[in-house]
């Protein structure tokens, strides 16, 4: 198993340090180990706010940040199992390729994203791996399962929970 490594700058002028139920205003990227940037918010015009324990955010993301206070940054090493997941050689599912013909749908294309319905109504995006007269691959595992990723984040402000902001002036 990969361990995770941390780095960490610490600010020391604030003691509210992040914890579950903690509103938080941050900033992020997440990258792959060869420096490939998946997804970054440091452009956005304010940083992004999250409540930690929400759903909203990845366990293993959450727990980089918890300890963390206002003008913090953290560099954190994540192994699949804390990031998007193992890849699941379970989640490639074989379709029959008339099934989309009689869904009305063209044939589907190597890399296409599509979307199914699961058996509980809702929605899962599958990738098209391969297709044959007779089959249609599709890969239901997160793009990123399996991967190792780097989470880099700048605290911006921790609201403690329970705790409502209010705006002087």
Not at 21 to 40: C, K, M, P, R, T
Not at 91 to 109: H, M, S, Y
Not at 145 to 156: D, L, M, T, Y
């Amino acid at each position: 198993m990969t361990q995770t490594n941390i780095s960490t700058f610490t600010n020391p002028n604030d003691d509210t340090r992040i914890a579950h139920g903690s509103q938080v205003a941050l900033h992020f990227s997440v990258a792959l180990e060869n420096g490939v940037e998946i997804d970054n918010t440091r452009s956005y015009p304010e940083p992004v706010s999250l409540v930690i324990g929400d759903g909203n955010l990845l366990e293993g993301f959450e727990k980089a940040l918890l300890g963390l206070r206002a003008g913090d940054r953290r560099t954190v090493h994540l192994p699949p199992e804390d990031a998007f997941g193992p890849w699941n050689p379970e989640n490639i599912q074989l379709f029959d390729t008339v099934q989309f013909i009689k869904a009305g749908d063209a044939r589907p294309e190597v890399g296409t994203m599509m979307e199914f319905q699961d058996k509980g109504g809702g929605t899962l995006a599958g990738v098209v791996k391969s297709v044959n007269d007779d089959k249609v691959e599709v890969d239901f595992n997160h793009p990123l399962a399996g991967r190792n990723v780097v989470f880099e984040v700048e605290i911006a402000k921790v609201t403690p929970a329970g705790v409502t902001g209010v705006r002087l002036g």
